[in-house]
């Protein structure tokens, strides 16, 4: 997993001062943490960035996820139909983050490295447009709502002729 990418912080309307850059940077944490969780394969660290209730547009699913039970039954879906493409790493990067009060707004990329297939050619990396909304309760942010946007499929054999500024 790659180190948190350094990130722009869009001011509120209030603007963010030295305290608000540190919320966002907190903020950013948890995103990326959850990426982190998810390419350790650490399922409880995952759950613990995202509130049991979050609705999730899940680039794997037509309905919107709601709330764990939605989510472990598109886990076990996915367990179910056995092994693709094995991911290599997750980056998540270029983060735009407001945040206001006990609410925060991340935009941000996602790309998904996949390790070669099995004859040993290269797959594409995956490249997708996020935005998760965060809550603070009881001094702790969580997300309460993601959006997942697949702009380029990965996991596919690399063909040369991809979209260009892929990072």
Do not use: C, F
């Not at 650490?42 to 609705?55: F, H």
């Not at 989510?71 to 092994?83: K, N, T, W």
């Not at 050619?121 to 909304?133: F, H, I």
């Not at 709502?145 to 702009?151: D, G, I, K, P, S």
């Amino acid at each position: 997993m790659s180190a948190p990418a350094p990130h722009r912080s869009s001011a509120s309307a209030s603007g963010l001062s030295g305290s608000g850059q540190k919320e966002a940077d907190t903020v950013w944490s948890v995103v990326a943490g959850l990426y982190a969780a998810h390419g350790d394969g650490d399922v409880r660290q995952v759950d613990e960035r995202l509130d049991a209730e979050a609705t999730m547009w899940h680039s794997e699913a037509e309905a919107l996820l709601l709330g764990r039970s939605d989510l472990d039954r598109l886990r076990a879906g996915r367990a179910a139909a056995g092994p693709g493409p094995q991911v290599a790493a997750y980056h998540a990067y270029d983060p735009v983050i407001d945040v206001s009060g006990h609410m925060a707004l991340v935009r941000y990329w996602l790309r998904v490295d996949y390790a070669p297939a099995a004859d040993g050619g290269a797959l594409r990396p995956e490249r997708v447009r996020n935005t998760a909304v965060l809550r603070r309760s009881a001094g702790v942010w969580r997300i309460v709502h993601l959006h997942e946007e697949v702009w380029v499929a990965g996991g596919v054999p690399e063909t040369g002729t991809g979209p260009t500024g892929m990072r």
